[in-house]
């Protein structure tokens, strides 16, 4: 009998393939390589298995297992064949099969450009999904298309392409309002960094989707999303849209029924695996870091999915990660489990992953100790799951199992940055699993990442709750001044004394107006030396009223002095009043 909360894992593992791997084939394009054939498959399940939080758990991941990432109470769930039920009964694990999934139809996509050219952006399978090649292709173009908000990033080679095997560059993309020193590879940057990536388990192809839109949704907003346009104006967003590009690209070779390869392509271990579920070649990227390497939650069989490599930081793509946050973060914490980064460390770093709607921080490898910013970082995830819908949240081993070696540990071990995972996607229903249907990424996450994004890109200037020393309590003036219809600029002013220093990058202008017409308005606010600052333009936004907090970089000023809240209405017929402002410094 099904589970009756899990009921499906539907197009997310339904497609899984039988497919031997690919060894071959010509790196960069989205067709499979012509000389492999595909291996008969036989019926592929879910097994449940009876694996409780702590020993029993770790145990089924030590065994090699493909244990997907979703709990249900003291069941865990394992794909795999009739060999893999077989394996789990003769080591003493119980088990019953909680779905049989249908044999898979094979599609490939059609080969298109190798070149990152206008047709590589138009590159889909599996209804939409894009390929590597449209993912690296839509940087460039979004680069090119917006060169004062973006710098595409080439960041190291995949591990094909140091073999000489195709391939492909680590690409990545920041997304800021450039001024001087920004977007540089350097730790002493003037803006707090938010980083995102998608992908770094290639089936996981909801992640890469909501990078892409991530994208978008950032450079097209600028300027008209006062959200968007204040958060750029004050941060860095840095996104990795596919962190395992090698990995994407055999399991786009899937076409309609994309495969299942979770780690890098990597044949130097395991060359012999059969390309069956739970058996493939590569390394675990999310195991292989030096942080806690090869302790629990890893696999030291080369075909195991958790398979950790043969050393920590084996792989080029773990290595050129980990350069790239060195060279965007400083090293803030101890080497202690329990020594805390400063309370004014900036930066978060979110690596999304799917499926189980769950929010996980460090420390991922043991619940035996929590880390030193644990507060700020588990109100954080607090705040993150409640913005998702009601997520679950925690260290992993108290939600779902402990992972050594994980990117998300080495970020807040190796640097003190606030660090997180997302497991995106339901455990059940339509749209749940590794590859739902993309018609799932609008109707669905999208809608529901977006907030998620926003609110952990803002959290980057002060993650641990003091990275602005010295802020100024808030202000506010409540005194009505009404706007002339069609008129001059009106102000209404809050005097700041007794604080030290500038600003902060990210101040707060709370606004509150009564309008007819609220796309007549303009808003500024204005820093005691007289520069504005651009809060809201005019637009064609025929709503009441303004209730709104804007966020504004307005760290080049002193704090003391007469800020003003600048309101102008441009157009005739509505009209309205400043009904209170307030300012935090």
């Known amino acids: 009998m099904k589970s009756t909360r899990r009921s499906l894992v539907t197009l997310a593992i339904a497609g899984v393939t039988a497919a031997a791997v690919i060894n071959g084939g010509v790196p960069g394009t989205a067709g499979p390589a012509p000389e492999v054939a595909a291996a008969q498959a036989g019926p592929t399940y879910v097994y449940k298995v009876h694996a409780p939080l702590g020993k029993a ?19 865990l769930f394992v794909l795999g064949d009739s060999a893999a039920g077989q394996k789990l009964k003769s080591e003493g694990f119980t088990s019953v099969i909680d779905e049989v999934l249908p044999a898979p ?21 599996y209804g939409g999904y894009r390929t ?53 590879l350097s730790s002493t940057a003037p803006k707090p960094r938010f980083f995102v990536m998608g992908q770094l388990h290639a089936r996981e192809l ?40 090698d990995g994407v690209n055999i399991v786009q070779q899937g076409g309609n029924t994309p495969r299942f390869q979770r780690k890098n ?72 489990n329990t020594d805390a980064a400063p309370a004014d460390t900036t930066g978060v770093v979110i690596s999304m992953h799917s499926y189980s709607n769950l929010v996980l921080f460090p420390w991922g490898w043991t619940t035996q100790y929590k880390t030193g910013n644990d507060t700020a970082l588990r109100g954080m995830a607090r705040e993150m799951a409640s913005i998702a819908g009601g997520w679950q949240y925690g260290q992993p081993g108290e939600v779902l199992y402990n992972a ?87 102000s209404s002013t809050i005097n700041v004394s007794g604080c030290t220093g500038n600003a902060s990058a990210t101040t707060q202008v709370e ?33 009441d009223n303004i209730d709104t907090t804007y966020t504004v970089n307005a760290s080049t000023e002193v704090r003391n002095g007469a800020w003003k809240l600048q309101v102008q209405d441009v157009y005739s017929s509505d009209t309205g009043y400043i009904d209170s402002w307030s300012l935090t410094t």
């Open 57 to 75: 758990a770790q145990n089924l991941l030590s065994r090699g297992f493909d244990v997907l990432e979703q709990r249900e109470g003291d069941y």
């Open 404 to 490: 050594s070696g994980a990117t998300d540990d080495w970020v807040y071990d190796d640097l003190g940055v606030a660090s997180f995972v997302w497991e995106i996607g339901p455990g059940s229903g339509s749209c749940s699993g590794f590859h739902p249907a993309y018609s799932c990424q609008a109707s669905t996450f999208w809608p529901k990442v977006k907030p998620m994004l926003m609110y952990s890109a803002k959290k980057a200037a002060n993650p641990y709750g003091g990275a602005t020393p010295g802020t100024c309590a808030k202000a506010t003036n409540d005194g009505d001044v009404n706007i002339p219809d069609a008129g001059a600029a009106v």
């Open 105 to 125: 139809q094979w599609t490939p996509p059609s080969r298109k450009s190798q070149q990152l050219d206008a047709g590589a952006l138009e590159e889909t399978y």
């Open 206 to 245: 909801t992640t890469g989707d909501v990078a892409y839109r991530w994208i978008d949704h950032l450079t097209q907003g600028y300027g008209s999303d006062p959200e968007v346009t204040a958060l750029l104006d004050s941060t860095e967003v840095w996104v990795v849209p596919i962190a395992n590009p």
């Open 265 to 336: 392509a990597n044949t130097t271990n395991g060359s012999n695996c059969s390309g069956t579920s739970g058996s493939h070649v590569g390394i675990d990227l999310n195991r292989n870091t030096n942080s806690h390497w090869g302790g629990e939650g890893t696999s030291a069989q080369p075909c195991a999915e958790t398979y950790k490599g043969p050393s920590a930081n084996s792989e080029v793509e773990t290595r050129a990660l980990q350069a790239l946050w060195r060279n965007l973060y400083k090293d803030r914490r101890g080497t202690g």
């Open 511 to 543: 606004v509150h107006v009564k309008h007819t017409y609220r796309g007549d308005l303009v808003l500024d606010l204005v820093a005691p030396d007289g520069t504005a600052y651009r809060l809201k333009p005019s637009n064609n936004d025929s709503a």
């Open 132 to 184: 590597v090649n449209a993912q690296f292709a839509h940087l460039d173009a979004v680069a090119s298309q917006y060169p004062n908000l973006t710098q595409a990033v080439d960041y190291g080679d995949s591990w094909k392409k140091t073999q000489g095997a195709g391939g492909y560059d680590l690409r990545a993309i920041c997304i800021t309002k450039k001024n001087a020193g920004d977007c540089a």
